[in-house]
């Protein structure tokens, strides 16, 4: 659901280079979110942050169950593992299952630049600036997206910031700016004037919005 989502759950980047204390690790070194499908929860979405030193690891878990009077119909399981040294992409692994189909990512960081290999894709050099769908950092608007189901390099449009709120799963409204990116995937994403990952929405395969409310 981080990369491309074609079918109902099926499209999640950081800042390509600079000092790792500039990277926007969250307050509590954790962010997470419910999943919100016709008013329901439906699976959660969360990363947590362990900084060391000059370095920077990044874990990212998704889950999503939908049913159907009961009746499992989507299954969805994302992991990712981001590394980053001085600011910097340097390594990334990335399992996906959706229904029972698997997918992949690898990617790193040699003398010849960023290596990516992926299911969907040969070998290729990523440009410098790119970074993983990981979507924490609205600096991955600025580059192409190395997508984390199946590795292929994506360039969507991004449109301009647009200020609005967005609800929180307490029910609180923050303000945040909505950014909507259209191409191979299409996904809206906010963030906060700070930077933190606010939202995220999508809609899936029956027409309906799958909607990110940070816990």
């Known amino acids: 659901m981080i990369g491309r989502r074609a079918a109902l759950l099926g499209a999640v980047g950081l800042v390509a280079a600079g000092d790792p204390a500039a990277l926007p690790v969250p307050a509590g070194d954790a962010l997470?979110?419910?999943m919100m499908r016709h008013?329901?929860?439906?699976?959660?979405?969360?990363?947590s942050f362990q900084p060391h030193g000059d370095a920077l690891?990044?874990?990212?878990a998704v889950d999503a169950l939908v049913t159907l009077l009961s009746i499992p119909i989507v299954r969805y399981s994302h992991r990712v593992t981001e590394?980053?040294?001085?600011?910097?992409?340097v390594g990334l692994d990335s399992e996906t299952n959706k229904n029972g189909d698997r997918e992949w990512a690898r990617a790193r960081r040699t003398g010849a630049g960023l290596i990516v290999t992926g299911s969907k894709t040969a070998q290729y050099t990523a440009p410098d600036s790119a970074v993983g769908t990981?979507?924490?950092?609205?600096?991955?608007?600025d580059g192409p997206m190395i997508s984390l189901?199946?590795?292929?390099?994506?360039?969507p449009t991004v449109s301009p910031a647009q200020p609005?709120?967005?609800?929180?799963?307490?029910?609180?409204?923050v303000?945040?700016?909505?950014?909507?990116?259209?191409?191979?995937?299409?996904?809206?994403?906010?963030?906060?004037?700070?930077?933190?990952?606010?939202?995220?929405?999508?809609?899936?395969?029956?027409?309906?919005?799958?909607?990110?409310?940070?816990?």
């Open 32 to 34: 997470a979110f419910r």
């Open 39 to 47: 008013g329901d929860a439906i699976g959660t979405h969360t990363l």
């Open 57 to 60: 690891t990044v874990h990212v």
């Open 83 to 89: 590394n980053w040294e001085a600011g910097r992409l």
């Open 134 to 141: 990981t979507y924490w950092n609205r600096h991955m608007l």
């Open 149 to 155: 189901e199946d590795g292929v390099l994506l360039r």
């Open 164 to 173: 609005q709120t967005v609800k929180l799963a307490s029910g609180a409204m």
């Open 175 to 215: 303000q945040a700016d909505r950014y909507q990116l259209r191409g191979a995937f299409a996904v809206d994403v906010w963030y906060e004037p700070s930077g933190t990952w606010a939202s995220l929405a999508f809609t899936v395969a029956d027409g309906s919005t799958v909607q990110y409310e940070r816990l």
